[in-house]
């Protein structure tokens, strides 16, 4: 077959030291090469997330433009979560692939939906890829960058999940007059995403939105072991209970801020 690849990966994953674009362009030569299909062309979205309707992604709108135009056999992806994030939207192209005779194919997952048992195995993966969106969904990260961004972090402490570039947790002391009161402008130095913390951010988040107490919530992460990044010891009620105030205040930002 004659394909036309996409890639994907957002800001979220960028952070966490995802799979890279560069990583799934190779996989998806390898994986055509492998298979004796033509891999004309690969496009991708880098920064966009995949709750995002594939439609105002312009890589992969571009990519169904031309299946849709029979300008390609299918489209391959290196996983069905690159497409989307939805799961009615993935079963949507199925779909839509199977009626206008094209094909899509996803590498990781071992799915082609010229079969029935790949648009089976596409239904349960879509089912998979948005329970996993709705923890990725609260993650509050991108509410934390969108904050750097606007540079409103004014806290002596640097956000959960995010550093100085020069990997301190505290932006630089503001001098003070004879008076005691602070001179000159803070720290505007740009962030940088901690990819351990928001890893654990991410947790905590998912845990409390199931209904976790701080409390229990400290007590897991002592049962299993996890410690503080930031120094070294084992997570206080306090100090949860403060990470899930600030998250969720960074999470109201981006909603006013869009």
Same mark, same amino acid.
């Given at each position: 077959?004659?394909?036309?690849? !996409?890639?994907?990966? #957002?800001?979220?994953? %960028?952070?966490?030291?995802?799979?890279? +674009?560069?990583?799934?362009?190779?996989?998806?030569? @390898? !994986?055509?090469?492998?298979?004796? @299909?033509?891999?004309? =062309?690969?496009?991708?979205?880098?920064?966009? #997330?995949?709750?995002?309707?594939?439609?105002?992604?312009?890589?992969?709108?571009?990519?169904?433009?031309?299946?849709?135009?029979?300008?390609?056999?299918?489209?391959?992806? $290196?996983?069905?979560?690159?497409?989307?994030?939805?799961? /009615?939207?993935?079963? @949507? &192209?199925?779909?839509?692939?199977?009626?206008?005779? $094209?094909?899509? &194919?996803?590498?990781? =997952? @071992?799915?082609?939906?010229?079969?029935?048992?790949?648009?089976?195995?596409?239904?349960?993966?879509?089912?998979?890829?948005? +329970?996993?969106?709705?923890?990725?969904?609260?993650?509050?990260?991108?509410?934390?960058?969108?904050?750097? %961004?606007?540079?409103?972090?004014?806290?002596? !402490?640097?956000?959960?999940? $995010?550093?100085?570039?020069?990997?301190?947790?505290?932006?630089?002391?503001?001098?003070?007059?004879? =008076?005691?009161?602070?001179?000159?402008?803070?720290?505007?130095?740009?962030?940088?995403?901690?990819?351990?913390?928001?890893?654990? /951010?991410? =947790?905590?988040?998912?845990?409390?939105?199931?209904?976790?107490?701080?409390?229990?919530?400290?007590?897991?992460?002592?049962?299993?072991?996890? +410690?503080?990044?930031?120094?070294?010891?084992?997570?206080?009620?306090?100090?949860?209970?403060?990470?899930?105030?600030?998250?969720?205040? !960074?999470?109201?930002?981006?909603?006013?801020?869009?």
């Amino acid at each position: 077959m004659n394909l036309i690849g !996409y890639a994907r990966v #957002s800001t979220e994953e %960028q952070a966490r030291g995802g799979v890279s +674009l560069g990583d799934q362009r190779s996989r998806l030569g @390898h !994986y055509a090469a492998g298979m004796g @299909h033509e891999l004309l =062309d690969i496009v991708s979205d880098e920064g966009l #997330s995949g709750r995002i309707s594939p439609d105002k992604r312009p890589g992969l709108a571009s990519a169904l433009t031309k299946v849709r135009a029979k300008k390609v056999d299918g489209l391959v992806v $290196w996983s069905i979560d690159r497409l989307s994030r939805n799961v /009615l939207e993935i079963l @949507h &192209l199925a779909e839509e692939a199977q009626k206008r005779g $094209w094909h899509l &194919l996803s590498v990781n =997952d @071992h799915i082609d939906t010229s079969t029935a048992v790949g648009r089976f195995a596409l239904g349960i993966l879509a089912l998979l890829a948005e +329970l996993e969106s709705s923890k990725t969904g609260e993650r509050i990260s991108l509410g934390m960058e969108r904050l750097v %961004q606007l540079r409103r972090v004014t806290s002596y !402490y640097t956000p959960f999940g $995010w550093r100085m570039p020069d990997g301190t947790t505290h932006p630089r002391k503001r001098d003070r007059d004879q =008076d005691g009161n602070r001179t000159g402008d803070r720290d505007t130095r740009q962030l940088v995403p901690h990819a351990e913390e928001l890893a654990l /951010l991410d =947790d905590m988040m998912a845990a409390a939105n199931a209904g976790q107490s701080p409390r229990q919530l400290c007590k897991q992460l002592k049962a299993t072991g996890v +410690l503080n990044p930031r120094t070294g010891k084992p997570f206080r009620e306090v100090t949860v209970t403060s990470i899930l105030k600030t998250a969720r205040k !960074y999470s109201a930002i981006l909603k006013e801020t869009g």
